[in-house]
């Protein structure tokens, strides 16, 4: 399985911006995923990038405020968080699914194989 470590949590005031990393020794075979779980809720799919980041998606409701990238040069991918509302709190992770032809983007939890520990975001004035 992949080592994925997502970073870049903590606490951010509501209207800020905050950058998510997600590294691991080989990224550019994979695509990765971000998902968070917030408290009390289930587990949702926010966004993903194919393996060379020729295809994205976001969720509907998310994509005016976050955008994923990466650059396999790095094997990091990010998730920029714009405009963090209070419930954006959650705890987020990333994910990682072979995809060797560079066509996957997929939010379905299932089509993981591999998951990060998660970094938690925390909104708060």
């Known amino acids: 399985q992949l080592q994925l470590v997502e970073s870049g949590g903590g606490l951010v005031q509501p209207g800020g911006s905050l950058r998510l990393s997600c590294v691991a020794p080989?990224?550019?075979?994979?695509?990765i995923g971000w998902f968070r779980q917030a408290p009390g809720k289930e587990r949702e799919g926010i966004s993903c990038?194919?393996?060379?980041?020729?295809?994205?998606m976001t969720a509907a409701s998310l994509k005016d405020r976050f955008t994923i990238a990466r650059d396999n040069t790095k094997n990091v991918v990010y998730l920029h968080m714009d405009t963090i509302t209070p419930e954006d709190t959650a705890v987020y992770y990333c994910?990682?699914?072979?995809?060797?032809?560079?066509?996957?983007?997929?939010?379905?939890?299932?089509?993981?194989?591999?998951w990060g520990q998660g970094t938690q975001v925390t909104v708060s004035s």
């Open positions: 990038i194919s393996s060379r980041g020729t295809r994205t």
């Open positions: 994910a990682a699914k072979l995809d060797p032809r560079d066509r996957t983007v997929t939010m379905a939890e299932g089509d993981f194989t591999s």
């Open positions: 080989t990224l550019d075979l994979y695509a």
